[in-house]
Structure formats: structure tokens, C-alpha cells
């Protein structure tokens, strides 16, 4: 994948890309770098190879969390009000993240997804607005308010981000390989 | 729902009983074949609107209905889940102003100009392309039936009728290119194990799919029962992920991203699991069936002959066969099937069945041509071994038997405990 990050503009301002294989019915054609940088939103979720450049913090993120509106529907600390909860919940055996709650920011094996979430789908109604920098400051300010960093004034950007290690990392299942007219699960009758 | 617009809803389906009954009545004393002749004060006027796109009689009431939990519209104008008459339906097909409609978190629809929407396809791939909606409708076709099944159609004991139960399932005629031709076109690189699909609209709802579910049936289309996609559902092109939950039929499509693995996005994350079978059981659908006739809030005027109607399904293939049992699930016959069963299609069946007037209960089950077969909420519990003080949860996607109690005074019921 990062050899085709680079390679992609090059081979494109060659024409070479059509060459690779050939088309059968020879429709569509190709984009430009450009279009597909602008439409290319997709961050993988353990390396993070997508993220574009940028930094932020917990204490940054802490004001654009009021001054955004999120806290208008999760609450000013993340509670949950008319949106969901993103704060994870005290509970009497804390050593099972899964016993938090469905709560994005501390259930994701990997910081990346909390931004892409955030990146796509907040906030409602001004979905797309956020600058990378005010994404990474909320993404930490949620990792901060969940205890999975500590430092507010710790800076978040694309290098270190995915290396956030959250409690989930290597605690979630794997979605089995989906195959054409085979059962959904081995043995299971239903 | 809220309980005031059930009980308004049931009000309005009780006044409408009424006027049936009237209207039966009514025709009882005429005597008469027609029951109606019509005058020139029942006659439809033609009008340029008419003439251009018909409509259905006003004495055909049947609607959707906000479900889930919120309203839709809510006071922003957003639709979340809408649930599909099923019990009102004839046949396989759901009537596209009918469909069910599941959203992410409440949605907006996007109002999009098919001249100016383009299905980009990039990632690990030879060739990236850019198609305008012109250029697929040159590519190759296919034209089939798939039902389309939120992964939130889970039964309750509140549910009153099966639209409540059941009615986040529809089925369409679908039409548009296989997802294989576009990526054969484009040239898939080794390695590029998955797929990120993914629409236009305000949260750019993405959804990862497996590579070998995406070459093996996988439809971009651009045709639902006849006519365009309508724009609830994705118009103009939507992905049809074939027995797979609803979510991964990603509407407004516009980028398909080949990738390595699963990219968790968005709308990925709510499958996120911890347990592996709870995750193997939430991605595709399972063998499922539910009787639409008699079904809950519907009334059986008296004893005597009533063909048992309903609709069955398996994101697994085709349905090979559906059993009905009108003891409870003590003991089962063959329903008959109508049609040929089209895979991950939704099937009609029915079975002949006199009422004695007793007290009794219906279930249907299905069975699909892989061998998986619907259970009841007491099978899950039992082979997950749930504690059996507590009400059976099923994991995964719900395909449990729906069993319906018809008391002696022909009240039908849901019965899930």
C-alpha cells in the first residue's frame, strides 16, 4: 500500500496504469490524483497509512468539544445526553474494556477508527467541516477522557496516532472470511 | 415507536376494520355478484398526472411505519428506520414506495443529480476508474430478486403485528452490473483482500466486504423493480451485498476502495464483537421465515378454512423448503412454495389449514439449500447454554421462529414469551 501511494501519481503521469491489465470494455477512465485524494477518505484502521498531516490536544479538544457543539448532544464530558455515551462507564470489575459500554473512543482496538468516525460523521449537520488539526485534538480529547492517554497536552498527529495502544488492540474477533454457500458459523446448526 | 402512535395507529386500524365490516355487510343484503356498478360518481376523472404515473386506489390504505425506537421524520427531517407492511403484501415483491428504510443514525436523503454522480474504483487496483451512471448502463447487466434485511429486525414480546416483528425486510427486482465486472475491469493487485464501499451522503456511510463476497455476487444498480432506484434507497446506485445485513448495501453509492483488510469504518464498527461466533453470526443472514397471514392484531372471524400465508428467506441461498406447525412446534408440515426460490430471495409460501376454533399457536421455520435451519428462541438458548431463568437471547442476527397464538375468539397474538 505505501508503494502504491507513491507510485500512483507517477504511473498516472506516464499513462502507464491502463497497461497493467488490459480492460475488457474499455469505459470509464481514469481519475486524477487529485480526484481521488479528494474523495479518498477511507484510514486504515492499524497503520493509519490515510491520515493526513496535522497535531492536536486533549486541551485543545476540550474547547472545540463545547465550541463545536458536540457537548450540546453528549454532554459537556462526554455523558451522553441526546447522542451516545463517550465516556466509559465506572463499573465494579474495570478490567474488561468490554464492560465499559459501546462507547466508540474506548471499545475501538485502534485510535485511527475514532478519528475516521469523527472525520466522516461529526458534527451532525456540519459533517466534513473539521480541519485535521481539530480532528486529531478531539480524537485526543476522547482517548483523554477515557484514560487512554494521560497527558492533555500530549500532541496527537498521523505519525502517533496509530500507535496509541488501546485496551482492545488484540481483544476483538476477527470477522470470519465470508464464502458463497458455506453456513455462517462451523457447526452451528441455525 | 412511542405507545400514543401505536395506540393512534391501532385506533386508525381498528376504524378501518370497521369499515370493512360495514362494507361486507353492506354487500351480505344486496344479494349482489359486484357488489358495485360503477356510476359517474365513482369514477376516477383521468388526469395529465395520472396519465403520466398511476396510483393506488384511495381505498388502499397500507403504509410504513416509523420503527426502532424514533421517530421518522424527527423534527430535523431525518428519517432512521422504517418498517415494510409485510402482512398487507401479495407475493415476493415489495412495492418500492413500501421498502423498508434503515439508516446509520437518522439521515437525510441526498437529492442527487444523476448527470453529475460518478462510481469511482481505486485502491489496489491496475486500472482506477471513474464511471458516469451513462457508461455502467453500457456494461453487461443483471437482473435479480434480493431480499435486503436489517440487522435490527429483532422481535420482542411488546410487537404487536408482524410489521412490528419482521418489517425491516423487503425484496426487490434489482438490475445493474456485477460488482466482479467492474473490478476485473479495474484489475484487482494481489493482496487486496477487501473492499470499502461507500455513499455520498452527509456521514459517508462505508462499509467493508469481504473480496470473495464482493467477486462472487455482489450488484451495482441503478434498477429496482422496473424503475431507478428510488432515492431512499440509494438512488441513483446502490450496492447489493446478497444475503448480507442491510447496512452493507451501501446506498448513494460512489467509491469502491480496494484494500488489505478490514478497514473498520463507520458503519463496520457496530459489528465489532467479542466474541468470535457473536461476529460470524451478525454478518450474514440466517434461514429465516414468518407467518404474514394470520399475524399479530389480526382477527379471525370464525372457524373453518384459512390459507396460512407468509414469507421465508436465508442469506445462506435458496430456500429448499419451509414447515409450518399450527401445535406450537410439536409437530410440522411441508407449506408449499410458490414459485420458483430465487437465492437470497424472499419466498412465498403457504399451507391449507382449517381452524377448529381452539386455542392454538403457528410457527413457521425454514430451511435453506445448505441445510441451516431456523430456530426457536429455546433451541438458541439451548445450544449457546444460557442460563434457562433468563428470557433466550439470540446472537448475531435474530432468525428465531416467530410463533403467533390465535386465542378462541380469533384474536392472533404474538406469543414470544
Redesign the interface.
Known sequence: ?PL?KFL?PLLMLLGV??Q??S???G?????TAE??AA????????TGEELPAGSGTANLGSELFLSKGCAGCHGTDGEGRMAPRLMKRDIAQPDDP?QWGRI?PI????AP?VW??IN??MPL?A??TLTPDEVYSLTAFLLWVNGVIDDDQMELNEENLPKIQMPNRD???????????????KG??? | MGSDSRKSDRREFLKQGAALAGAAALGATAKSASGQLPGPESQLRGTPELVAYGKRSRFVTSKRIPHGGRPSPDSFGLDFHIATPLQDHFGVITPTSLHYVGTTRGSFVPDIDPAKHRLMIHGMVDNPLVFTLDELKRLPSVTRLHFIECAGNRANRRHVTVQETHGMTSCAEWTGVLLSTLLEEAGVQDGGNWIVAEGVEEVKGASSIPMTKAMADCIVCYGMNGEPVRPQQGFPLRLIVPGGEGILHVKWLRRIKVVDQFYMTYNDYGHLRQDPADAALSLQIGPKSVITYPSGGQHLPGPGFYEVRGLAWSGGGKVARVEVSTDGGQSWFDADLRGEPQPMAHTAFSFNWTWDGQPCELQSRCIDEIGQIQPSRQQVAEFWDQPADQPPRVKGQDNSIQPWRIDSDGGVHNAIA
Open positions: 500500500m502504491l500512483l496504469s491502463a497493467a491489465q480492460p475488457t470494455y469505459l470509464g477512465r481514469a481519475p480526484e481521488i474523495w479518498d477518505i477511507a484510514i486504515s484502521p492499524i468490554w466508540l471499545r475501538s482496538p485502534y477508527v475516521d468516525y466522516r460523521g449537520g459533517e466534513g481483544n476483538w474477533a476477527e470477522l470470519p472470511e465470508w464464502l458463497p454457500g458455506q453456513p455462517r458459523l452451528y446448526p441455525y
